[in-house]
């Protein structure tokens, strides 16, 4: 078994995949993939998003939505998305729906990665993206998870919930360096309401917590 796959069984393990805790995010928390797939294309000055390729590296600690459970994470940054990547993705959602949205990221070059600490990377970010804010910035990533052999083999519920979606909020420190938190959502699935509006469904009852971020 790989480092991905036993991941994969320590997240889902611990937060009973087999029952019926599944917590519906709407924009309120999530609007991610309205921020990420709807970006206007007026309006917006150039210096809104970085589309640097310059790499950077965040730690965090992971809190998975079960008391005490933790683990040590790496973040990695190796470039941004462009506003016309993101008109695509967007199109693609209202024409073609989360299928077509999918395909499209399993075609793309991944951009950044998330992993647990001492091990090889589990999942890849294809669209990041990033936000000025009036103390920082917002990141947000969105990825074609990795369906697991196990997820695959069982048809499980998993296999329904393949986007996965991380979000970071950013000030600067002292040093010039970046800290603060985020959430990240192993597995979601996303619908498109009433031709506009999007629904983000969570798997789990909670999103991961990404605590005390720091750039490194």
Not at 47 to 56: C, G, I, K, V
Not at 75 to 93: R, V, W
Not at 152 to 181: A, M
């Amino acid at each position: 078994m790989n480092r991905e796959a036993e991941f994969f069984q320590q997240v889902y393990a611990k937060l009973s995949i087999g029952g019926v805790n599944v917590m519906r995010i709407l924009s309120a928390m999530f609007l991610v993939l309205c921020l990420v797939f709807a970006i206007p294309s007026s309006g917006r000055s150039a210096a809104a998003n970085r589309t640097d390729e310059h790499s950077e590296a965040f730690s965090a600690l992971a809190q998975l939505p079960t008391a005490g459970v933790t683990m040590n994470v790496r973040i990695f940054l190796n470039g941004y998305s462009t506003e016309q990547e993101a008109q695509q993705l967007h199109g693609l959602l209202l024409d073609g729906g989360p299928k077509a949205v999918l395909k499209a990221l399993q075609k793309m070059k991944s951009k950044g990665r998330i992993e647990p600490e001492g091990s090889i990377s589990f999942y890849d970010f294809k669209f990041i993206l990033s936000k000025k804010t009036p103390n920082g910035r917002h990141i947000y990533a969105v990825a074609d998870r990795p369906i697991s052999f196990l997820e695959k083999y069982f048809s499980t519920r998993s296999t329904d919930y393949p986007f996965g979606i991380l979000e970071l909020d950013l000030t600067q420190r002292e040093n010039g360096k970046e800290k603060g938190e985020g959430t990240l959502i192993y597995a979601a699935k996303v619908k498109v309401l009433d031709g506009e509006k999007v629904d983000i469904e969570n798997l789990t009852f909670a999103p991961i917590k990404l605590l005390g971020v720091r750039q490194l």
